[in-house]
């Protein structure tokens, strides 16, 4: 349901963060965040004059291009819009987050390459919503889906022939990396029971463990 009607107001302030993951045809992802801010008035600002309503004060872009075990591989950040002239300056710096992985301590390891005065702030910001758009990009299976065409293009370029697709075993699955993330993640919840179900966690563990075994054990996968 929506929130309840508000009490009479005006208007202040927009802020939007976008973020969008791609598949390249290289192989790799495009993971792209941009983050606004508008003021719903006229404002004056030293350096660009006069603000208009819905002109951006903030206008702030990053892309991460990372791979599949989501190493980030490149970074190219830009300042489009910004309240001090100098903002953009630090664009750059943002290359220094080649080689980390998104993955659990990505944030206070992004922090201590670009934070505080070595980056920017909003830029900085738009790493939390950007890490998760990259598992939401990565952990579907469209994004299997076209990895495994373009491993197969590759190897038929080079002449090679994929390995036969092995039988998987119950030690082949991990937990969800979301796994008591939140509500609907918990260990022992209906959602861990429904989809990894090797992993739940709930009173009728053993009976649901042996059932997604089972299937395993049939070449099926563990979840119904």
Known sequence: MPLSAPVARQHLHTRR???????????????????????????ANEWRGTLKPGDYVHNMSIRLTIDRKMVIRDVEACTDHSPYQMCGDVAPNFKALIGLRIAGG??????????RTKGCTHIVELLGPVGTT???????????????E?????????????????????????APSVMNTCHAWA????????????????PDKDKVR??????VAAGLPPEA
Do not use: N
């Open 17 to 43: 963060v976008t973020c969008t993951g791609y598949f390249r045809e290289d192989g790799l992802f495009d993971i792209e965040g941009q983050i606004t801010d508008e003021k719903a008035y006229e404002h």
């Open 106 to 115: 990505f944030l206070k390891a992004a922090r201590e390459r670009v934070g």
């Open 134 to 148: 990259a598992y939401q990009t990565i952990g579907s299976d469209m994004a299997d889906e076209l990895s495994r």
């Open 150 to 174: 373009h491993w197969h293009k590759e190897l038929a370029a080079r002449g090679e022939t994929p390995p036969p697709k092995r039988k998987l075993e119950v030690k082949d699955y991990s």
């Open 187 to 202: 260990e022992d919840s209906p959602v861990m029971k429904r989809w990894s179900p090797l992993f739940y966690t709930g």
């Open 210 to 215: 042996a059932e997604a075994e089972a299937r």
